[in-house]
């Protein structure tokens, strides 16, 4: 898979928001110079800017047509850049990408439902010679895990969360960013559909049978460390959370596979509960405290790894609110806490370096005896 040269049209027909199209949102955050555009009849004419608060003069079209005709850029690919629940693409888009995919663009989606197998949308890429990207679509060959990523020389931070779709991939790319800021080299191993669609490479373990998971964020972990190199760091983008009754499955396997050697933890302060439309109105939000705690003892069974800092999303509150929340979970936690979106990584950042750095003088401290 190589999209590093796609530039893309984006499908976010009736949900174009920053919960409902986190596909879509993410592309324009982290790759603004490669969109051409969003598709969403609702929003036509209005840049994503007046859309999502950021983006800015990127333009909301009606139709691929006319995403064609006006674009600022040529695009090359169709990106289905909605979320329903389940991943299945639904029944009025089949016809979009019908038309897309015989317009010669290649259609990248991240949908648990794999577009290459609906017929339509087959015969119509084969008979332009586009190119459908299932990004969700995993390995053949995954193994189990053994521990192999409990061994690696790189500093890896798992990134978990206290629920979904609060941010954790986000999170990751700006403590990927701020690090390398400070001088570090970095990998973000990609976990989910939206980093694969970012990073170019990955696998969206959700999508990996339940005895994989693990072995799916170990092949994860080793390839990342290759790229950062022995002194560098690995960010694991992180999925689902261990409270969450649909997900924590997904959560558990990653966190036992990728063995990190430190948690950043994930946190939307505005949650009381499980968000999901009323469907788990019945889990309580813990107390970050207690999140700390259950994470830490999750993952120490296998090997340590203390919680360095939390990632607090707070852009539902005003800045003032913002900043107040950020003090109680400090107050509360005793650890690090900023909003890396908002107001920068910065406090994180040297969290992660420092414990970086004592991992670095620990490794060579148990080395050295042996190479003597």
């Known amino acids: 898979m190589d999209l590093s040269g796609a530039t893309y049209l984006i499908y976010a027909e009736g949900a174009f928001g920053v919960h ?121 060959d995954l193994p189990v895990a053994v521990g192999l990523a409990r061994d690696v020389e790189s500093f890896t931070v798992l990134m978990v969360g206290t629920d979904c779709n609060l941010g954790k991939m986000t999170a990751g790319l700006e403590l990927r960013r701020g690090l390398e800021e400070a001088g570090e080299r970095v990998s973000f191993a990609p976990t989910g559909q939206t980093g694969i669609m970012i990073e170019g490479w990955g696998i969206a373990v959700d999508s990996v049978v339940s005895d994989f998971i693990a072995g799916a964020a170990e092949r994860l972990v080793l390839r990342a460390a290759e790229l950062a190199g022995p002194e560098g760091i690995v960010i694991v983008e992180g999925q689902g ?86 003090l109680r979970a400090e107050a509360e936690t005793g650890l690090p806490v900023t909003d890396p979106v908002r107001f920068g990584p910065g406090p994180l950042v040297e969290a992660i370096r420092r414990a970086a750095a004592e991992y670095r003088l620990a490794r060579q401290g148990t080395l050295t005896p042996l190479a003597g």
């Open 20 to 140: 409902s199209s986190k596909l879509a949102t993410s592309a324009i955050r982290y790759l603004p110079d490669r969109v051409a555009g969003v598709i969403d009849s609702e929003h036509a004419g209005r840049s994503v800017d007046a859309v999502l608060g950021f983006g800015g003069d990127i333009q909301i079209f009606s139709s691929v047509e006319e995403g064609l005709e006006r674009s600022r850029i040529r695009p090359t690919a169709l990106l289905i850049g909605i979320a329903p629940r389940g991943g299945r693409l639904p029944a009025d888009a089949v016809s979009v990408l019908v038309r897309a995919a015989s317009l010669g663009l290649d259609i990248v989606s991240g949908l648990h439902e794999f577009v290459s197998d609906i017929p339509e949308v087959a015969a119509a890429a084969s008979a332009s010679g586009a190119t459908i990207y299932d990004l969700r679509r995993p390995p053949t």
């Open 241 to 326: 959370a261990l409270i969450h009754p649909g997900y924590s499955g997904v959560t558990l396997g990653l966190l036992h596979g990728s063995m990190p050697a430190a948690l950043i933890l994930c946190h939307d302060a505005t949650r009381t509960k499980i968000r999901s439309e009323g469907v788990y109105d019945f889990v309580r939000m813990p107390p970050l405290s207690e999140m700390v705690a259950l994470y830490e003892g999750v993952a120490g069974w296998l090997r340590p790894a203390p919680v360095l800092g939390i990632a607090l999303k707070t852009s539902d509150l005003s800045e003032s609110d913002a900043k107040e929340a950020i």
